[in-house]
């Protein structure tokens, strides 16, 4: 139903910020829960942000609180996140995903979520 795209990752040094893009096509994208996971070498799928179908309600993972920002717009099909302060320990493939349409609240659980984007790397030097 919906297929996502995400972008804006790269190689940047601690202290930098970048800001990911996930763009969807699909006619009920304001239907989804919208989230973002991460995933490092040698470690488990962890939930990062995730906001609600109207934007107005927003999670974040204790590690990324104060420094990353989850926002969308239902008009363009787009879920961003920015990330400020990136930190080593923030190096991943973060991943954009859309939970299924019935999926009331953010959830922070990756098999809750149907729909995934292919990745896009992240690399903080330090």
């Known amino acids: 139903q919906v297929q996502l795209v995400e972008s804006g990752g790269g190689l940047v040094q601690a202290g930098d910020s970048l800001r990911l893009s996930c763009v969807a096509s699909?006619?009920?994208?304001?239907?989804?829960?919208l989230a973002w996971f991460r995933q490092a070498p040698g470690k488990e799928r962890e939930f990062v942000a995730g906001?609600?179908?109207?934007?107005?309600?927003?999670d974040y993972a204790d590690s990324v609180k104060g420094r990353f920002t989850i926002s969308r717009d239902n008009a363009k099909n787009t879920v961003n996140l920015q990330m400020n302060s990136l930190k080593p320990e923030d190096t991943a493939v973060y991943y954009c995903?859309?939970?299924?349409?019935?999926?009331?609240?953010?959830?922070?659980?990756?098999?809750?979520?149907?729909?995934w984007g292919q990745g896009t790397q992240v690399t903080v030097s330090s």
């Open positions: 995903a859309a939970a299924n349409p019935w999926t009331t609240r953010i959830v922070t659980t990756a098999p809750q979520y149907n729909h």
């Open positions: 699909g006619r009920t994208f304001s239907d989804y829960i």
């Open positions: 906001i609600s179908r109207s934007g107005d309600s927003t």
